[in-house]
């Protein structure tokens, strides 16, 4: 059987009903969890006394809380940059170089340009990460519409060429780097700069935006002709070449929305949390992202709940570690098992639709 | 008459339909039986049944006389029984005997009998008259020669009884020819052959009696020789069906489309068009007869816009749109219903609200701009499916999951709805069953009644004779033969087709 990509994604995130949907988060949460139980068990530490310490670090304190949030935001901008591509029927693997890009791009502008009053300067520095990462999937989008070069493979090319662009830039004699030992650029001006909206907490309501966009991203695939003709190319690239609309340009124009949410994501990070850029600055926002929206079912609501789901993981797990001495690495084992439980969907539906097609067949001859 | 099949009260549903209801088929030794009928009327389910693919819920089968139980494909075939499928079950890198001998190899101390196989292979062709090429690789072979394979396959395995289903839906007009000569020899060899179809010119031609199934039930049995394609006609659809569509003359108006010396590749980039000049007046349709793969697909993608043209100028209306891109040309008033309403017409994990306004967007959607105004397309849609009688429930039903007919009916509502300049329509009736024919043949001739130019593309040389003004042939990318539809007939055409004569005749 021929594989294709974006035949698997098709199959894990096709649903029929909203049911079918939660009950695969569910089930593959719940069986993460399960699955994250027997490892700490198994390693003669109680579970119970670690999930304990994990959902009250999530839930226990209103920091605690603003800290998920915090961990939610670019999870969640990143996840609805994946899962844009994936309407458009593009695997975008490269949201982790946009994102660091974008944070790059951010943090530059948010030091380098000056004297703005922050209503100019905070747009102007998230719009550059914006525009960073948009560049960058493009030129992965430019290559598969001219060139025939799967998306797959030149996005994780890409993401090696922007980390050790990042790495570069704040290297000790890198361009970009502040004086110092640490491998950054300088802070970012107060004026561009999201600043914690919570007194005690480092809450700077960057997932405000991150929500406007999983809004917008709904209104705009859903109700819009630009939303239409992007799922038209995702779901049928001829029937959409055949109804006159340019399968190129619509690719491309996916493409470049998909990099510019990474950008943000990472513009969000920089200028919201550490407030300036280090190439180390995301644990791997964009990897997740490929999990969150697959598990989210390429939903933006779906996504908010998925996003916020490894949000509680890792901001718990700080606490976990603390008080249960759990290591916090057990955290990216049950992502693990989150993701693989996804994946396994598709192959089940595989054998599904092996099935039902006998079925439908003799359906036809009813 | 001895029967080799007796098929006795078979009852099999599926969840929420009764797919066979008290069904009984008897087959008589050594006779070529039709099975005729529309798409979803239980054909293939009951053969399904008789090559032990299903279980009936109720009813007896015997083969000559025994009764039978199967349980498994397998052991139908064990008890004489073998199945060619539409879509063929070969492996498209082994040889034609590799294919033949597999799952019952010839084997000399464990290994492959190569030699052996082939040699059995020959003597297995000659006996039946099925020429075929042993060591070929069923990849070079012709779709015909695929389907000898699969004849061959059961013959091997011992099958006295072979059931074709509708095995003429991939053969070019020759390749039937040739399975006639196959079905022939088969039945004079002593087997008994079930022919699965629901075309009526097929199943008038190949079989000595029919029987036709509706909705599940036996309609009627009949002496093949002592019916007619009105009488099998009308069992089918139950109702009286015209099969020839009564066409009114018609006064052409102004040249509507004018293509000259058109020239376009192929996707291996080879000349698929070579120099086509022909023009289309509005109220005419113009049919473009030919074998498959002449350069008529190229022409309807050159004239839509799809693929670029490496020569030759196209005109609608006076305007040059040789290098206009496809939404422009559907704006200019030309529409489309494509060969392949699957890969083309019709997104099939879209609704049907948003099917039907693929390809026009603006239209509904102009008034509020970037916004696509969800409320006013499922009024649309539901307009649509209310004037051509689109079954579905509702229009954010998705359109995969609509029958064929149906979902031809939506593409042609679609493309009907805008009044267009050009209507090209390209196989509108491929794999339709006899009612979506009518109604769709009428549909085209109401739009010429309109005044649209319509170049009609079709390989059922019956449909092109019957709908068509005048007619064009194609051969190998050229315009052979240009024929007036009062003045010509199906020989005539046919002779053009198979390039049999290249001067353009003026009648």
Sequence with gaps: MKFSFT????????????????????????????????????????????????????????????????????????????????????FNIGAEGQLMLGGLAAGWAGYAIQGLPWYLHLPLALLCGVAAGALWSLIAGALKAWKGIHE?????????????????????????????????????????????IIPNTRFSGGIFIALVMAVLMGYVLWHTRLGYRIRAVGKSPSAAEYAGIPPRQTMLLAMAISGGLAGLAGAVQVLGLSYRFSSTFSPGYGFDAIAIALLGSLHPFGIVLASLLFGILHAGSVKMQQTAGVSN?????ISGIIIFFVALRGVLVNFQSRFSHKNATAKVQK | MELSICMQGIVKSFPGVLANDHIDLQVARGEVHGLLGENGAGKTTLMNILSGMYRPDEGQIELFGKPVRFESPKDALAKGIGMVYQHFMLIPTFTVAENLTLGAEITRGGFLDRSKSESMVKELSKKYGLAIEPSAKVQ?????????????????????????????????????????????????????????????????????????????????????SETTA???????????????????????????????????????????????????????????????????????????????????TIRLDGEDITHFPTSERFCRGIAHIPEDRHRRGLILDFSLAENSILGYPDRISLRSGFRLDMKSIRKFCAKLMAAFDVRAPSPDVMAGGLSGGNQQKLVLAREFSRCPKLLIAAQPTRGLDVGATEFIHNSLLAERKRGAAILLLSLELSEIMDLSDRILVFYEGKIVGECLRETTNEDEIGLLMTGGRHEVLIH
């Excluded at chain 1, 969640?76 to 593009?90: E, K, P, Q, R």
């Excluded at chain 2, 000898?148 to 006295?160: D, H, P, W």
């Excluded at chain 2, 060899?189 to 079930?194: E, K, L, Q, V």
């Design chain 1, 329 to 333: 690495d057990i955290i990216y084992a």
């Design chain 1, 152 to 196: 797959v493979i030149s996005t994780i090319m890409l993401n090696y060429i922007a980390f050790n662009i990042g790495d570069y830039m704040v290297s000790s004699n890198g361009p970009l780097k502040a004086a110092g030992i640490i491998p950054a650029t300088p802070y970012v001006l107060n004026t561009a700069r999201l600043l914690p």
């Design chain 1, 7 to 90: 035949e698997l994604i098709h199959r894990i995130t096709d649903r029929k009903s909203w049911l079918e949907s939660a009950g695969m988060f569910l089930g593959a949460t719940v069986v993460g969890l399960l699955f994250g139980a027997i490892v700490i068990w198994s390693s003669n530490k109680s579970p119970i006394v670690a999930y304990t310490a994990l959902f009250s670090g999530a839930f226990g304190s209103l920091y605690g809380f603003t800290e998920v949030l915090m961990s939610t935001t670019p999870l969640l901008l990143a996840g609805l940059s994946v899962a844009f591509a994936f309407h458009c029927g593009l």
């Design chain 2, 140 to 224: 070079y072979i012709s779709v015909g020669a695929q389907q000898r394979v699969e004849i061959l396959k059961v013959l091997y395995r011992g099958a006295q009884i072979i059931i074709l289903d509708e095995p003429t839906a991939v053969l070019t007009p020759q390749e039937t020819e040739d399975l006639y000569q196959t079905v022939n020899a088969l039945r004079k060899a002593g087997h008994t052959i079930i022919f699965i179809s629901h075309k009526l010119n097929e199943v008038l031609r190949f079989t000595d009696r029919v029987t036709v199934l509706r909705a599940g039930k036996v309609v009627g049995t009949r002496v093949t």
């Design chain 2, 230 to 312: 009105e009488e099998l006609a009308s069992l089918m659809v139950g109702r009286s069906v015209s099969l020839h569509v009564k066409k009114l003359p018609r006064e052409v108006d102004a040249e509507m489309l004018k293509v000259e010396n058109l020239k376009a590749l192929d996707a291996r980039r080879l000349p698929a068009l070579r120099g086509v000049s022909f023009n289309v007046h509005a109220g005419e349709i113009v049919g473009i007869a030919g074998v498959e793969g002449n350069g008529q697909t190229q022409l309807v993608e050159a004239l839509t816009g799809l693929i670029r043209t490496t020569g030759g």
